[in-house]
């Protein structure tokens, strides 16, 4: 969904019938073409935004003055996942969840493929910022809020019903440490590397010696449970309007996975942990786990009191951002290293301060 919080300049709708016509003009008239065609829907304006993993997303204003979402699919080749996931937000905005509403096409559908664009169209969440290094202050509680019911939801989705299983299995160490020690390798074998390149090689020599810390901290997690889940629940895909959570976007296709890893993936935000002082962040995450508990009742203690364990373990044990300049070069630039700094720091920082956290939360949570 549009992260922005006011209009951005607008381009023309329809793209210039010059020779010298842009890659980009033309796929903003055919972005138009498939918006008559499949949902009947006049554009006045079409204005490109920062894009998504896997789309290109537009700002579109019609012709009524209503402002939409779309998203632009690059390949038709895995459209059932991509509508499974819309099903997925659908589900959850059903059951009362914050989510942005896709918009059916002419014949129904949530995606519309046979168009000159595969493309979904979705409510405008206008006047919005992400969460992404933004938890503050009645923020903790918002966010607890709207992942409680997100999960309460989710724990009733057909796909799978809500397991228990082995907590020391959230995370493969065995597979991250050869992860590494790939990685080590093939830095080693560059013949020279850059500023950040030397950083992360450093990073991942860490983190490859600290695995083992890791692991003793998995080993003596009770069961916890496995659900089906929003799949990428990270500050970019949460969207605040003031101090509310206006929508939780971005859902991927339903797939079970460890609940308390969830709810850590957003409360251990790394630049929301680093931009406070150690005391302030963990008030802010007790104050998320008491407003999820309020909202889903159901809830395992256990899900709560471990997942900055288990969010710490998740976090050195991948290798992104550090392995992204081997693998996919082409993306890195100055807001990923960044990040790359900061999720490494605030990992660090949590597994050293992890026992004394711990029982601060527990003490909140009794």
Same mark, same amino acid.
């Given at each position: ?35 008559? #065609? ?5 554009? %006045? ?15 579109? !204003? ?21 509508? *499974?996931?819309?099903? $997925? /937000?659908?589900?959850? *905005? ?7 509403? %896709? ?20 409510? =405008? !969440? ?14 903790? +509680? ?26 020391? +299995?959230?995370?493969?160490?065995? *597979? ?34 600290? #695995?083992?810390? !890791?692991?003793? @901290? &998995?080993? /003596?997690?009770?069961? &916890? ?12 895909? #949460? ?24 709810? +850590? ?7 929301? !942990? ?10 802010? =995450?007790?104050?998320? @786990? $008491? ?58 920082? &949590? ?16």
């Amino acid at each position: 969904m549009s992260t922005a919080s006011h209009q951005p300049a607008t381009k023309p709708v329809t793209a210039p019938s010059t020779p010298g016509r842009t890659a980009e003009g033309e796929q903003i008239e055919a972005v138009a073409d498939t918006l008559v #065609l499949a949902y009947g829907l006049h554009p %006045a304006d079409i204005t490109r935004i920062p894009e998504g993993t896997a789309t290109d997303n537009y700002a579109v !204003v019609d012709q009524a003055g209503q402002r939409h979402f779309a998203k632009v699919y690059r390949t038709r080749e895995h459209l059932d996942l991509e509508r *499974a996931s819309v099903e $997925l /937000s659908e589900y959850c *905005a059903d059951g009362g969840v914050a989510t942005a509403r %896709a918009t059916r096409t002419r014949e129904h559908e949530l995606i519309a493929a046979q168009g000159p664009l595969p493309i979904s169209l979705w409510s =405008y !969440v206008p006047h919005t910022e992400t969460a992404e290094g933004g938890l503050r202050g009645a923020r903790w +509680a918002a966010v607890g809020t709207a992942m409680g019911r997100l999960h309460s939801r989710l724990g009733t989705h057909p796909a799978a019903a809500p397991t228990l299983e082995p907590g020391a +299995a959230v995370c493969d160490v065995a *597979a991250s440490r050869d992860r590494f020690e790939r990685l080590i390798h093939a830095y080693q074998q560059k013949p020279r590397l850059g500023e950040f390149e030397t950083w992360a090689l450093q990073a991942a020599r860490e983190r490859q010696a600290i #695995l083992g810390d !890791v692991e003793r @901290t &998995l080993i /003596s997690l009770p069961q &916890l449970t496995v659900q089906i889940l929003q799949g990428d629940m990270a500050g970019p895909n #949460l969207l605040f309007k003031n101090d509310e959570v206006a929508a939780i976007v971005d859902f991927r296709p339903p797939a079970p996975g460890y609940l308390a890893w969830e709810i +850590a993936r957003l409360g251990c935000d790394p630049k929301s !942990v680093l931009d406070n002082s150690a005391e302030n962040w963990l008030t802010g =995450y007790t104050d998320l @786990t $008491l407003a999820y508990r309020d909202a889903n009742p159901k809830a395992s203690s256990d899900d709560l009191l471990f997942s900055l364990r288990v969010g710490c373990a998740a976090m050195l044990c991948s290798a992104f951002p550090l392995s992204v300049p081997v693998e996919r070069p082409h993306i890195v630039d100055a807001a990923l290293e960044a990040y790359g700094q900061v999720r490494h720091e605030a990992a660090l920082m &949590l597994l050293d301060r992890l026992p004394v956290m711990e029982e601060a939360l527990r003490e909140t949570l009794r």
